[in-house]
């Protein structure tokens, strides 16, 4: 798993700031769910380089961002295309790369499973990635949203537990052992086990804590769908996956408790 972490604080020669995220949070559950030899975390990452070296020594299987995200565009089949991502100066600043650029740099990495947007409103990249590499069984797990800040570290939670719980599997000696689609709806799974709701902050004025936004996972057949159909059809699978009896029993400990009502005091979108 490659992790690379950004919230920038400001863009170049703006007075307005970026509204900071609870990345080191997300940080440690992957440093307590992945072993130190399965995982390259990146925080305050800048591009390509903080991309770029990673890609090329690890190939990674899992590849992670965590921070803001720009909308993209209306394409020619309904669906949202293109879209970038807010990666970090050194001087703190926000660098926003073109779609291609990221893109081109994940082309390096032939062992590619996996690429994890865990941003506000990623779905147009996550179908440029899917549909120009062109990558037998890739799979890109996005927001169709904006997305409750809590909401994403819950996501990401669940879906690194899962990943963690397959990687002791005898699979994982030849892989990554990690089934995506399996921790895609553990994931969905802990972020309904915590109370949020599977809906668009867009729809509310003021959005309450408890909408978490919508989490998808596009794939090569999927991609061509728009994004309430993606919803929609996650929707299904979710219920279908839970009749199968793999959703994990979530019994949160005082600590979990205090936490998320800590968490529940205001919607902070990515």
Excluded at 14 to 39: A, V
Excluded at 127 to 141: F, H, N, S, T, Y
Excluded at 178 to 183: F, L, Q, V
Aim: hydrophobic share 40%; aromatic share 8%.
């Amino acid at each position: 798993v490659l992790a690379v972490f950004s919230s920038p604080s400001r863009f170049r020669g703006c007075r307005e700031t970026i509204p900071q995220l609870k990345l080191m949070r997300e940080l440690m559950e992957i440093q307590e769910g992945i072993p130190d030899d399965r995982r390259v975390v990146r925080p305050a990452a800048r591009f390509p380089d903080d991309l770029a070296g990673p890609l090329r020594q690890y190939r990674p299987r899992i590849i992670q961002f965590s921070g803001h995200a720009e909308r993209g565009r209306p394409g020619e089949g309904g669906g949202i295309v293109g879209g970038r991502l807010f990666f970090e100066m050194r001087d703190g600043n926000a660098c926003v790369p073109p779609a291609a650029a990221f893109i081109d740099h994940l082309r390096h990495d032939p062992r590619l499973e996996c690429v994890f947007l865990n941003a506000c409103l990623s779905s147009g990249l996550a179908r440029d990635i899917v549909q120009k590499l062109e990558m037998p069984g890739l799979a890109v797990v996005c927001w169709t949203t904006k997305v409750n800040d809590p909401a994403a570290i819950t996501f990401s939670r669940g879906f690194y537990q899962r990943v963690a719980r397959q990687l002791q599997s005898p699979a994982a000696a030849s892989r990554v052992g990690a089934d995506i689609g399996d921790a895609f709806f553990a994931g969905l799974h802990a972020f309904h086990s915590k109370g949020y709701q599977y809906a668009d902050p867009a729809d509310c004025r003021v959005p309450p804590p408890e909408i978490g936004g919508c989490v998808v996972c596009v794939r090569a057949d999927n991609a061509h769908l728009d994004d309430a159909q993606l919803v929609q059809r996650t929707s299904a699978e979710y219920e279908q996956w839970k009749q199968r009896g793999t959703a994990p029993r979530h019994r949160n400990s005082p600590i979990e408790q205090f936490r998320t009502a800590a968490e529940s005091v205001r919607f902070m979108a990515r």
